[in-house]
């Protein structure tokens, strides 16, 4: 009775994670992309056209391992940075000098960003230039766009991280820019105080670009990048030479 029920208990369960048979027809195929939560935003077809390397030459798929690799390093970096002006630039020598292979980690994030936002232009050029931000593709267009302010905001929250004088003196450079926003008087001073958690680049402006870099925009920039994979499934897949680009009524 035992083994029975054993056996019972463990097809239910395997049964109610996989409910559907083996993909090998059509049916069976989109039942395991609509039934799987990683899978939901990838489409169930592709055209060969779009497998081709010179399609695309993997510029959006080279970003996403990118963003893979900065949450996995930046995570590991975490154990190891504090957020404060007496420790941030000692913190920073020590993954050079004392921590192991923690020159290693650093420059691998470091790197690995510098290539985002490098990829992030080439992929925005490439689907502009093959003119697949047209119909039906605008929103997704536009997701992209929001996604590529995303990724340099990325890129200038980390600048300050290190408290350097390269750091300390870019951002005061950005802040003033950001004060200097007409109406400077309102808008600007209040922007520039936002950022800033001040008027000077202190222990605020420190924490606060922190708090942005490890979480704000990192959470924002999942979002909606699981929605740029969504919208590319619910548009039929990458654009083709032969779609009709009718407008959406």
């Known amino acids: 009775m035992g083994r029975v029920a054993n056996a019972m208990f463990n097809n239910r369960v395997w049964r109610s994670v996989f ?3 083996y993909p090998n027809n059509p049916r069976n195929r989109a039942e395991v992309m609509f039934q799987n939560v990683f899978l939901h935003v990838q489409p169930v077809k592709a055209f060969k056209r779009s497998l081709k390397v010179t399609t695309t030459f993997g510029l959006g798929l080279t970003l996403a391992y990118l963003f893979l690799l900065l949450t996995l390093t930046g995570f590991l970096l975490m154990f190891y940075y504090i957020p404060h002006v007496d420790r941030a630039y000692q913190d920073m020598k020590d993954l ?17 960003a510098h290539g985002m936002v490098a990829f992030t232009f080439l992929h925005m050029a490439r689907v502009f230039y093959t003119g697949a931000y047209k119909a039906p593709r605008e929103f997704n267009w536009f997701v992209g766009l929001i996604l590529l302010i995303v990724t340099l905001f990325l890129s200038l929250s980390g600048y300050l991280l ?4 390269l750091a300390y003196w870019a951002i005061t450079i950005v802040a003033n820019l950001i004060k200097a926003t007409p109406p400077s008087d309102i808008v600007g001073y209040g922007a520039g105080y936002l950022v800033l958690g001040g ?3 202190d222990q605020n402006a420190l924490i606060r670009f ?4 490890v979480f704000g925009l990192p ?3 999942t979002i909606l990048i699981v929605v740029h994979f969504w919208r590319i499934r619910k548009d039929g897949g990458l654009a083709r030479p032969d779609e009709q680009n009718i407008p959406l009524k």
Do not use: I, K
């Open 19 to 21: 409910r559907h048979g």
């Open 96 to 112: 050079e000098f004392a921590v192991s292979f923690g020159v290693v980690l650093r420059n691998m994030h470091r790197w690995g």
């Open 162 to 165: 290190p408290w350097d004088q």
């Open 199 to 201: 008027t000077v680049v």
């Open 210 to 213: 922190y708090v942005m870099h």
């Open 219 to 221: 959470l924002l920039a």
